[in-house]
């Protein structure tokens, strides 16, 4: 058996020592790396051999990997580094490991072509000026077979290692049962179609009704088909931190505790929650876990491989105890880890860590997308971007004097826009391009300053130059998926505006990465109508769609449409009253506690004020604006077995989807909107592109995400086979047809 290992993995695993050292230095974008290396190849001769393929074997470790450059007239091999502003800026620990690969690919080049020696250039290519600064070192085959030779010794051990672990993970996988006496309702079939899929390397959206086991229903399949499709990874990827739990948890019941589980289990979090010195820098200077951490990486690593699952609790006491940063340690063991458990944007995003190392590696990767309904507006949200005239000018009276021309510039720029525009609103087909340049320019500046002051990019500046950074990158990438507008805000003495890039069809993103995926599977509670979902999130034409049997009978939801009364905005003050009474008379007729979902904050209020006034012996709590964690758990722990009130919060919230009330926890939920998106400029501009790309605007702008909402919410109140409930929709449009036909069959609707 062959241990694969690409030459910059194994680099970085054997030549990467000293501190970690993230003091931001301005570095090129992806697409600003693959121009500079396409630029150094076309200054060279007609016979460079560019993205030069190369393989070699050490014992049962098999290195492979792409070299920049080979010129076989000077015989030179050239190895390519983009970057920008002062080459002295490059720390000595970087240009180490850019050697070490140099000489592997050396070596590698030498083996292929029987060569007794060889050149080794390391070319740095700054992407402004165009320059190249090149270093050079002639090699002997055998001293370059020697280097080889080393790295791969101290990498042998380990991968001897990891294919003892992948024997032993792909044993337990084949012999893997279903937890469970039997299977619920549905989640057989969930299951089964889980498994075809992974085998067949397709693409399944799958709707399956909460309650259904859906986590164990997809992990148990994906698990079971890993050794026969040579899965290197499974990723299962979630739109918050309670679909981490419950994929934690689902882990435990398939592997329980004291039984050998081989399986690594690695939960990523964000850097703001693994941080243990937020003050700090992550720099050796500043920082203790980053000083000295890749010295101290190795033996961390081999404690965090014995741990499973490593939870964010786990790998934080294993980093505290070999004193490296548990953040940069929990990247470190993704790339060791079976299963990762992660929030969507470590796949996701522009520069996502988990598809940069499957791409980089070739790993053969499976990914279950959890709560997919989610994605759509995730995905918007990663690749928009949004500009703030007020922001700039907070920013730039304290700026550093080198920047105030290029700053200067951009808000003349900036107000020039203000003369086109006739309202408060407005969305062009084009981007301004001398407003794009002057930004432009003010980024190189930050930057160039940045190469002079490495520790004078803090607070504000920071924040603004990161936002720039986003919004030129987006820019580069408008078209007709995106929406670009200004709108006008008064500013004291002068006009501000704030500028928007805003990605209304993320396709072109998200197809691309389920398609380097061997296999994916998303599910949700809500994933109809299915062409919606496959049109915004690029699935291949071939995928898959299964509509999953309810566990739940009608019997065990009553649900009634309250068609006397409209939620519309217009209708909001008539509707107060009825409202409250519908809410007292239930609860007199079935005293228990109830969610009470509404469009917004300011309508909630106004109901919960006026059920106190006329019944003040309800209990009632509500949904804060801005609530952290610890508050959220306040919120849900009012909801006892013996508890009796009205929990108040807004449709699309925080307990909206993703919570757990089980039994006499709730026993029913009021819905009073449609959860209609507002109707604003900006929603009328999406509407319009909807209609015009896919022939429905107001669907898929208003109507199927707001239906959405109503199922996610309405779900929160049958959680067992074992639980009665109430359902009240209270709208006149929910007893539309059109609307009906998007809720779940099972519903018998009164």
């Known amino acids: 058996m062959n241990y694969r290992v690409a030459v910059r993995a194994l680099c970085e695993f054997t030549a990467k020592t000293g501190d970690l050292d993230l003091r931001f230095t301005p570095s090129p974008t992806a697409q600003q790396g693959i121009a ?11 016979e460079y051999q560019a993205e030069l393929s190369l393989e070699g074997q050490f014992g049962a470790l ?31 620990n970087h240009r180490q490991l850019h050697w070490a690969q140099a000489r592997v690919y050396g070596w590698l080049l030498c083996q292929s072509l029987q060569l007794p020696q060889v050149d080794l250039a390391l070319v740095y290519f700054d992407i402004i000026s165009e320059k190249e600064t090149r270093l050079q070192e002639t090699w002997s085959a055998s001293d370059l077979q020697q280097f080889f030779e080393l790295q791969c010794g101290l990498f042998l051990a380990w991968a001897e290692q990891e294919m003892a672990h992948r024997a032993a993970r792909n044993a337990a996988a084949r012999a893997l049962a279903f937890p469970h006496k039997q299977f619920r309702t549905g989640q057989r079939a969930l299951a089964e179609a889980v498994y075809k899929t992974v085998s067949t390397g397709r693409c399944l959206m799958a709707q399956a009704p909460t309650g259904i086991g859906k986590t164990i229903g997809t992990l148990f399949p994906l698990l079971k088909a890993m050794p026969g499709q040579q899965l290197d990874k499974l990723l299962f990827l979630t739109a918050k931190t309670p679909g981490r739990k419950l994929a934690l948890d689902a882990m435990q019941v398939l592997f329980p505790e004291g039984q050998d589980a081989p399986l690594r289990v690695l939960e990523l979090v964000a850097r703001d929650k693994a941080c243990e010195y937020p003050q700090n820098a992550c720099n050796g200077d500043s920082c203790p876990l980053a000083r000295g951490f890749y010295d101290r990486l190795p033996a961390a690593r081999r404690a965090a491989i014995g741990q499973t699952p490593l939870d964010q609790k786990s790998l934080r006491n294993v980093a505290l105890e070999h004193e490296v940063c548990p953040y940069y340690l929990s990247q470190e063991m993704a790339r060791w880890a079976d299963l990762v458990i992660a929030d969507y944007n470590y796949y996701f995003d522009f520069s996502a860590l988990l598809y ?3 791409q980089a590696n070739q790993w053969r990767v499976g990914t279950l997308v959890d709560e997919a309904h989610n994605l759509v507006e995730r995905a918007r949200g990663m690749y928009s971007a949004s500009l703030d005239q007020q922001t700039l000018n907070s920013v730039r009276h304290t700026a550093p004097a080198p920047l105030d021309k290029p700053f200067k510039r951009l808000d003349r720029e900036w107000s020039a826009l203000h003369k086109t525009q006739a309202g408060p609103y407005q969305a062009y087909p084009q981007l301004p391009a001398k407003w794009l340049n002057a930004l432009s320019s003010c980024i190189t500046a930050i930057g160039d300053y940045l190469n002079d002051h490495p520790h004078g990019l803090a607070g504000n500046l920071q924040a603004f130059y990161f936002e720039a950074l986003q919004f030129n990158r987006v820019a580069e990438l408008f078209d007709d998926n995106f929406l670009f507008d200004v709108s006008l805000v008064e500013g004291g003495k002068r006009r501000l505006s704030q500028l928007n890039l805003r990605n209304i069809v993320p396709a072109g993103f998200i197809g691309p990465r389920l398609a380097s995926a061997h296999s994916n599977v998303l599910f949700s509670a809500t994933l109809s109508p299915q062409t919606y979902y496959a049109n915004l999130l690029g699935l291949p034409e071939d995928a898959l769609w299964m509509d999953v049997e309810s566990p739940f009978g009608a019997e065990q939801l009553d649900v009634q449409v309250v068609s006397r009364i409209s939620t519309r905005f217009v209708h909001r003050q008539a509707s107060l009253e009825p409202i409250v009474e519908l809410i007292a008379r239930q609860f007199g007729q079935r005293p228990g506690n109830y969610l009470a979902f509404f469009s917004s904050f300011d309508y909630m209020q106004q109901v919960a004020e006026l059920l106190a006034e006329r019944h003040p012996s309800i209990s009632r709590w509500l949904q804060a604006r801005r609530m952290d964690e610890a508050a959220r758990q306040d919120f849900l722990d009012q909801f006892t077995l013996t508890s009796q009130g009205v929990g108040f919060a807004v449709l699309g919230g925080a307990f909206g989807e993703g919570i757990d009330l089980p039994g006499a926890r709730l026993i029913g939920a009021f819905v009073a909107t449609l959860g209609l998106a507002q109707l604003n400029p900006v929603n009328e501009q999406i ?3 909807m209609a015009a790309r896919f022939g429905a605007g107001y669907d898929y702008t208003y109507l199927y995400p707001g239906v959405q909402k109503v199922v996610q919410a309405a779900g929160r109140v049958i959680r067992t086979q074992s639980d009665q409930g109430t359902l009240f929709l209270i709208d006149d449009r929910f007893a539309e047809p059109k609307v009906q036909q998007l809720l779940p069959r099972w519903w018998r609707l009164q």
């Open 356 to 358: 940069g190392l499957a």
């Open 687 to 689: 509407k319009q592109r």
């Open 62 to 92: 098999s290195v492979r990997g792409r070299a920049d450059g080979y010129d076989p007239a000077a015989n030179v091999l050239e190895e390519v580094k983009t970057f920008r502003g002062e080459f002295t800026a490059i720390p000595a």
């Open 36 to 46: 500079g290396h396409r630029t150094v190849a076309s200054r060279r001769s007609p």
